[in-house]
């Protein structure tokens, strides 16, 4: 296992601007008004990706779904990426990840999973990472692709993992951004029920969602280009569509709880490399433990070494100071170690 440490020196120059409590007042405002007023069906008609979204339609579970995704870059290029998206997150996140690729001659694959973002939300569906890997293998084979590189980000980690065991043949590398399911979280809390994180999702506000993600991903800052990543969970909360959205949103905790993939790690025959924003502390299942457990859950400060320690000539790529999205908190300090991982 090699461990790399890139020290990169960032100057800030000093910028004049209107007071602080001036532009903290008309963001409020304006923030209250979206949160009323903004509005989205379950496919997120009318919220815009980066770049153009095509449909890939196939049969699944008895139904016919839609699986939406972002084909960029040269569609002649011999190095293809794909992007996996996380729980709390769709395809349009990866924007400036994609677009840094296109730079280096990547074609760029961006999905949105069934379930999320653009893509079918089933009124009834068992999910799965082995069904998700199934249903993304199925859309590169439709686009003829042989070979390619996965990069998945926090649950994309999750399915990521999955595919590179499944479909290694496919698979050229294995990137994995700050994945969730680097512990055995069963082992700590407590199982529940689709019906618990439904009426949780049915629970949320804006507030909620905004204040959560504050907390647990950006160490309590809060910036115009986070509040983009939560418009679209804003505007399903006042959508039409909100009860199928939320029961979609429960059905996917299932496979993260149920499917440990840390006994997998020691199978992986791909070349992997991990990059961990030291300071994550994502630990689903946290707030309701078992009884009596005192174990911590979210220490990514150990969980990344732990990892590496497990997949068999794996790279480690630690990035002090930051949290569960280090190339949203900060991409150019990210930008260096990604091109390192891909070579």
């Known amino acids: 296992m090699k461990k790399y440490y890139l020290v990169i020196i960032v100057v800030i120059s000093q910028l004049i601007a209107i007071p602080a409590y001036a532009t903290s007042q008309i963001s409020a405002l304006a923030t209250q008004s979206t949160d009323s007023t903004l509005s989205y069906n379950k496919e997120l008609d009318g ?138 979280y069963l082992d700590y809390v407590e199982i529940k029920d689709p019906e618990f994180f439904y009426h949780n999702e049915l629970s949320n506000t804006p507030d909620k969602i905004r204040a959560y993600q504050k907390k647990n991903y950006y160490a309590g800052q809060w910036t115009q280009a986070y509040e983009h990543l939560i418009t679209p969970h804003i505007g399903w909360l006042n959508g039409p569509d909100k009860k199928v959205v939320a029961w979609n949103n429960a059905l996917t905790y299932m496979p993260i709880f ?36 005192e174990y911590l859950l979210g220490q990514y400060q150990y969980l990344g070494q732990k990892a590496a320690d497990l997949i068999p000539n794996a790279h480690l790529y630690e990035m002090a100071g930051l949290g569960h999205l280090p190339q949203i908190e900060d991409f150019e300090r990210f930008k260096p170690i990604f091109i390192q991982a891909l070579k």
Request: charged residues 20%; proline residues 5%.
């Open 47 to 184: 919220f815009d990706y980066p770049f153009k979204v095509e449909t890939y339609s196939f049969t699944s579970q008895n139904q016919t779904l839609n699986m939406r995704y972002m084909d960029v870059g040269d569609k002649t290029a011999t190095r293809i990426i794909v992007l996996l998206h996380g729980k709390n997150f769709a395809g349009f996140y990866w924007e400036k990840t994609a677009r840094l690729l296109m730079e280096q001659g990547y074609r760029v694959i961006i999905p949105d999973q069934i379930g999320f973002g653009k893509s079918t939300k089933p009124e009834h569906y068992q999910y799965s990472f082995v069904q998700l890997a199934l249903n993304t293998q199925s859309l590169l084979n439709a686009l003829n692709i042989k070979h390619y590189t996965v990069v998945g980000h926090s649950m994309g980690g999750m399915l990521a993992t999955t595919m590179a065991l499944d479909y290694a043949q496919f698979i050229e590398k294995l990137i994995l951004i700050n994945p969730i399911g680097l512990e055995p």
């Open 258 to 293: 149920a499917e440990d993939i840390t006994t997998k790690f020691s199978k992986i025959s791909v070349p992997t490399s991990l990059i961990i924003g030291t300071r994550d502390r994502t630990g689903p299942g946290r707030g309701w433990k078992k009884p009596g457990v």
